[in-house]
């Protein structure tokens, strides 16, 4: 069975105008002809219907790029194991997605394109359960973790901090997948605020969002000594270790978290990079964090913080959007570059400092760049509400 990517991606974009439809039939017909998984899956499936074709189109443009796929595949089915998906799992899933392109592309479906999607699909399950059979010999599908801070930073923001019951493992700039105690299989992802500790606990930088079950409960609900679960680190905007260029970080509302935690991992590691920390925000009230990071730049010399406003006339300091003012900023062309904060916003800045002369394998962001279209997965919480069972 033969994988032609470019077949897989010319019929995937025939697919994309009629998404919506095409995902709700999917899981129409998984559950049709598999009623027991309808219990992996929340009671409310239009985020989870957004989040199947989202992970579709990282696995069909991730195709040419195999070190990229199995590094995201792998990390998928790592975090699958928290639904309970098993080997059984991916058979049914295959045949539903097959049925549902055959079903949509109509006319246009042919044994070829068929052959390709059958050999994409098999190796990312491949992939995935073989990530999932490794990694459960070595840690727990999930882990418990107590709240032991929350700190309101303002009407719909608030930093949560939250004690592991055992070490959970990741690395500065990775998020991991977080489950409330309100909304059982409704898992959210959020990025961790701060770098490797020795006792173990991990920060979040949370935005209660209109209609967001998880972010409003952390927000509003949650309480020291409450309980919440944790799935496994994933995400690949770490530190790149083969490099010693200085930084230059920019972050747009709470994708400031994943960089305050690189920040801490250069103080950690000696502070031998010289780092450009660059926040944007609307109003100067939404610089939610600016005094923590004004007192650590203050404790090291080698961090210089600077905070950007958009839409406030009476902040005292730069204004306009992040993207606009890097020029105005410095030359960032010897650094490596962190982009972390809302999809448009990412998209936007990836693209200035591109055009500013940084070549574009040193620009790291948990962002897909998709024909002009970026989807940035780790900020918002919006996605993580169930098990995919199919190539992300």
């Not at 992970?55 to 699958?80: E, I, K, M, Q």
């Not at 991992?265 to 610089?287: K, P, S």
């Not at 005094?291 to 210089?304: H, N, T, Y």
């Amino acid at each position: 069975m033969s994988l032609n990517p470019r077949l897989v991606k010319e019929s995937f974009a025939l697919l994309e105008p009629d998404s919506p439809r095409a995902s709700a039939y999917f899981y129409g017909r998984l559950f049709a002809e598999h009623p027991d998984l309808r219990a992996l899956f929340p009671p409310a499936m239009d985020v989870q219907r957004n989040r199947l074709f989202h992970a579709l189109t990282t696995v069909v443009w991730s195709l040419d790029s195999p070190d990229a796929l199995t590094t995201y595949l792998s990390g998928l089915g790592r975090d699958h194991r928290k639904f309970g998906v098993s080997e059984a799992h991916y058979a049914a899933v295959g045949a539903a997605l097959l049925a549902t392109l055959r079903k949509f592309l109509g006319d246009r479906w042919t044994p070829e394109i068929e052959e390709s999607w059958a050999a994409a699909y098999r190796i990312a399950a491949e992939v995935m359960h073989g990530a999932a059979v490794a990694d459960a010999l070595m840690a727990p599908p999930w882990w418990i973790g107590e709240v032991v801070g929350h700190e309101r930073r303002g009407i719909d923001l608030a930093v949560v901090t939250v004690r592991p019951a055992q070490p959970l493992p990741y690395e500065a700039g990775q998020h991991v997948t977080l489950q409330v105690a309100r909304w059982p299989r409704m898992w959210r992802q959020y990025s961790i605020a701060n770098a490797p500790r020795a006792d173990g606990r991990v920060s979040f930088h949370v935005r209660a969002v209109s209609g967001g079950w998880v972010s409003s409960a952390l927000v509003r609900d949650t309480e020291v000594g409450h309980s919440v679960l944790l799935g496994p680190a994933m995400g690949a905007m770490t530190l790149a270790r083969d490099s010693d260029r200085d930084l230059l970080c920019v972050a747009g509302g709470t994708g400031l978290a994943p960089l305050k935690a690189l920040v801490e991992q250069v103080a950690a590691d000696g502070g031998r990079r010289r780092v450009h920390l660059v926040v944007g925000a609307r109003r100067g009230d939404d610089l939610y964090d600016l005094p923590d990071l004004l007192r650590l730049a203050a404790e090291q010399p080698w961090l210089r913080v600077v905070p950007v406003v958009a839409d406030d006339t009476s902040y005292e300091g730069l204004h306009g959007r992040v993207s606009d003012v890097l020029e105005e900023i410095g030359d960032f062309t010897d650094r490596e570059a962190y982009v972390s904060g809302p999809p448009e916003m990412v998209a936007e800045t990836v693209g200035r400092l591109s055009a500013l002369g940084l070549p574009p394998e040193r620009v790291h962001h948990d962002a897909l760049h998709l024909e002009g279209r970026v989807a940035c997965p780790h900020l918002s919480g919006y996605i993580g509400a169930g098990p995919l069972l199919t190539p992300p």
